[in-house]
């Protein structure tokens, strides 16, 4: 199989139409009809008088009594030990281009085995994923894959990156974390897509075994969070700060929501927010937004919209700023911020052309920030 | 003027907490005739329910063996239910997942005759296809609630909550929808009111039964036996607020017994329930329900 037919068949089977399984995986795993959860202590929680527990993991630092389960709908109290119940329990398993996530300047054109389970720490009205993500473990088909497994099949099927995605690895932390050693240790790279409400102790640990990470940026107004993601703004900017002062590569998505996030103040806010607090040099893509899950009530992101908040962005000085869900638009590729010349060519998940020499500008020589190889 | 009755069953429970099974009916038979004004058990069945009903008696088998509702409870509701004509078919008994069911001490009945028994997650029934949304819920909807049944009573388990505060009739109905969890906030306010607001829950509640035989007032939803005391009552109401309300009264007086904070005091009121009356789902002042209370 070539690249091209690779990618052709790769964003075909990989949609998560279902929370079963592509047919590509189904070739790779078998089901079982019966409910299948792990009961793996959990890290970061502390345990209370009377058999009950407080969950550090995450911001809403869930205090839960016995049998109960966290916001998450994954961890559950079982007689005062917090318990994880989707340890290499994976709802999904697919082979995807690492454009998909999208990761823009991480391994270009590489495929990136990735994995879900089930359950999420937010509740986004618009969730693309909630036939997985707002479900708990047992309304779902899980397969057994346990860490070991993930790394030999991503080695299998040639895949140089694991991502965690389309639910919230957050949620599945433990799960994440072991299959991120392991794969370490056999030469494959990780990377991380999640919406970053996580606590600091645990963040800066997953930085530790990670190599890069997206970050869904909701909005920029608690407002937003509050209404529409059942969440907070600031810890989620605090993720921000902290993943760009590390090693780890981190790009920016904002799904724009026609009325709800889209305004220019907003964007421009943002955008500024970046460059002060974070780096021009973190890329930052506007993504189109379609109506699904809860939000069905409103169109599709105007091309418009997304062409505006990508020049904000530009005029704020992001340098390498993106239009996304919109194939074939020119947005999606990388320009040189100084020579301005076309460094990555890009059509949906295809790569047409780079012109990066060894992270450089073939035309101009500026270093390129990203990690691409 | 909402009624509420709290029938006492003194004896109910033997020391070693097993139902005498006749005082259990005897309760629920004068529990019915005193909510509905009517002077026999029959014709009491008959002004609340069809014998063409399909009526579901949604219990709580959340919180294990030691906390869930006792088969004995909800089968003798269901025994009586049949003398008003109504088939035993026609009358299921359920909640979320077998095994929860199971845990509690049901033998689960799908298909054969009898009193149907099964969960949400039992083949071919499971949820709405699609999520369903009403104000800030947004959920998949048990076809057994949506579908199945015609009419509901919400047999709860009364318990102290840690964060809805108390746990009632209302918070009963989180076991019909796919995503509890993400209704917590807020101390579940307005969480447990809309998601009552709903069609498929508001047009089909006939009545709400707390099982408060034993009622665990601090520390809940899990059983701590320190903090669970034996009451040996049913409360009966057609208004699912103030049967609500007078649930938490009952709590807030073992509370106060025990020297224990109020629920005010902890910050965990269940304000849900003035939700509830501001959306006029009930009534939730105390001044304004009529508690009407008999030992038996």
Known sequence: MDRRQFIKSASTTSLLASPGMCALCKNLYSFTDKVNISHREARYYKQLPHKEIECKLCPRLCKLGDKERGYCGVRENEGGTYNTLVYGKACAAHVDPIEKKPLFHFLPSSRALSIATAGCNVHCKFCQNWEISQKRPEQVHNIDLPPSSVVRSAQKYDCPVIAYTYSEPVVFYEYMYDTSKTARTEGIKNAVITGAYINPEPLEDLLTVVDAIKIDLKAFTQKFYSEYVRGKLQPVLDAIKMVSQSDVWLEIVYLVIPTLNDSPEEIQSLCRWVRKETSPDIPVHFSRFHPMYLLKNLPPTPISTLERCRQIALDEGIHFSYVGNVPGHKGESTYCPQCHNTLIKRRAYQIQKINLHQGRCKFCDTPIPGIWS | MSKVIIIKGKGVLSDSRKINTNK??????????????????????????????????????????????????????????????????NLVVWDR????????????????????????????????????????????????????????????????????????????????????????????????????????????????????????????????????????????????????????????????????????????????????????????????????????
């Open chain 2, 97 to 296: 997942t077998n095994r929860e069911l199971k845990t509690a001490g049901y033998n689960l009945n799908k298909h054969r005759k009898g009193i149907q028994i099964f969960g949400t997650d039992t083949q071919d029934v499971g949820y709405s296809e699609r999520p369903i949304s009403h104000l800030q819920i947004g959920s998949l909807f048990s076809n057994i609630q949506k579908n199945i049944i015609s009419s509901s009573i919400s047999l709860a388990i009364l318990k102290d909550h840690g964060i809805a505060g108390v746990t009632a009739g209302m918070k009963n109905y989180f076991g019909s929808i796919h995503n509890p969890n993400k209704y917590h906030d807020n101390h579940c306010d307005p969480f447990v009111a809309e998601l009552f607001d709903t069609s498929f829950i508001q047009r089909k509640h006939r009545l709400t039964i707390l099982d408060a035989l034993v009622v665990q007032y601090h520390l809940g939803p899990s059983f701590h036996s320190s903090w669970a005391e034996k009451l040996e009552s049913l409360v009966f109401g057609l208004d699912p607020v103030a049967t609500d309300r007078v649930g938490w009264n009952i709590i807030a007086k073992l509370r106060s017994q025990k020297n224990l904070p109020s629920l005010e005091e902890e910050g965990r009121v269940p304000s849900y329930l003035f939700t509830a009356q501001k959306m006029g789902l009930g009534e939730g002042d105390l001044n304004k329900i009529e508690i009407q209370e008999e030992e038996i």
């Open chain 2, 24 to 89: 259990l009916r005897r309760m629920y038979q004068r529990g019915f005739c005193r909510l509905t004004g009517e002077n026999s058990p029959q014709k009491a069945l008959r002004a609340l329910f069809a014998n063409n009903e399909k009526v579901g008696i949604k219990i709580n088998t959340i919180a294990g063996k030691k906390l869930s509702t006792p088969p004995p409870v909800s089968l003798e509701l269901a025994q009586f239910l049949h003398t008003g004509d109504i088939p035993k078919k």
